[in-house]
């Protein structure tokens, strides 16, 4: 797009779309508007700006973690949920995938059409996941998204046609988690780093076993935090942030309802200790 003004050289703006690339691996989140700063000035360039929020990086993955991807990638068949599943989690970096059918003749509650299938899936390239779900889909049915034309991703059949192939990402929700130690066992001797140890306890369970559109409950919690010895009794509050440097705002809630095109990220900086 393009917007024009006048002065004495008739001169004019000129607005384009870009795309960029983290220079940095890991889970980096690219908040909406975060993007504001031209690091290597150019002639003519004089501002940018982002509208959307980027796609978060996944960190590296452990031995054991490919290990248990790959396996899990390893499921045969096609035109089935499970078999578009497979396909999109062999695609190399995808760390979440859910895929969901809606089989009526109505449009369903999570905004799916009749007929059709979603496709949400955390991580991986665009065009390497479209492929993949291409591969796998059923012939006739819709793959829906939510991504906006003209930025759908596309795949290439095997007569050689470009075809438009819709999905979704997720959006993170960032999880807080405030731990205050009421009493200590007194059988048992506490590790000398016990702050950092209820904060990694918690972030592994999280990003552990908290998938896409899992919601976030508070008692759940209670477990990797008492594994730690010398610890006899806790309280323990959550909160949901909509950015990680947003203010977090905690309760006793039994649970904090998590949408199926969410997914709750943990982080120790977002675990606050009281000892």
């Known amino acids: 797009s393009a917007t024009g003004f006048t002065d004495d050289h008739d001169q004019w703006q000129v607005a384009l779309t870009g795309y960029f690339t983290c220079d940095d691996y890991g889970a980096v989140s690219v908040p909406a508007l975060s993007l504001d700063t031209i690091a290597t000035p150019i002639s003519d360039w004089i ?41 999109v989690y062999r695609v190399p970096n995808v760390a979440r995938v859910v895929v969901s059918s809606n089989r009526g003749m109505a449009q369903d509650a999570e905004g799916r059409p009749a007929k059709s299938f979603e496709v949400v899936v955390e991580g991986g390239a665009n065009a390497a996941i479209a492929q993949a779900i291409w591969g796998a889909m059923p012939a006739g049915i819709l793959p829906y998204g939510t991504f906006e034309s003209p930025n759908i991703p596309t795949a290439v059949g095997k007569d050689g046609a470009v075809h438009q192939v819709n999905f979704s990402r997720p959006k993170a929700k960032y999880a807080w988690v405030r731990v205050i130690i009421q009493a200590y066992n007194s059988e048992e001797s506490a590790p000398t780093d016990l702050v950092a140890s209820i904060q990694d306890a918690v972030v592994s369970w999280g990003n552990t076993n908290l998938k896409l559109g899992s919601n976030f409950v508070r008692q759940r919690l209670y477990g990797p935090v008492l594994s730690i010895p010398g610890i006899e009794s806790v309280s323990i509050l959550i909160a949901v942030t909509g950015s990680a440097s947003g203010t977090p705002s905690y309760s006793t809630s039994a649970s904090i309802a998590i949408a199926a095109r ?6 120790t900086e977002r675990v606050d200790v009281e000892v």
């Open 47 to 87: 501002s940018i700006y982002q509208p959307i929020a980027g796609i978060s990086g996944t960190d590296t993955e452990t031995d054991t973690e490919f290990r248990l991807r790959k396996a899990q990638g390893l499921r045969s068949g096609t035109a089935t949920e499970d078999a578009i599943w497979a396909a």
């Open 262 to 267: 969410e997914y709750c990220t943990f982080s």
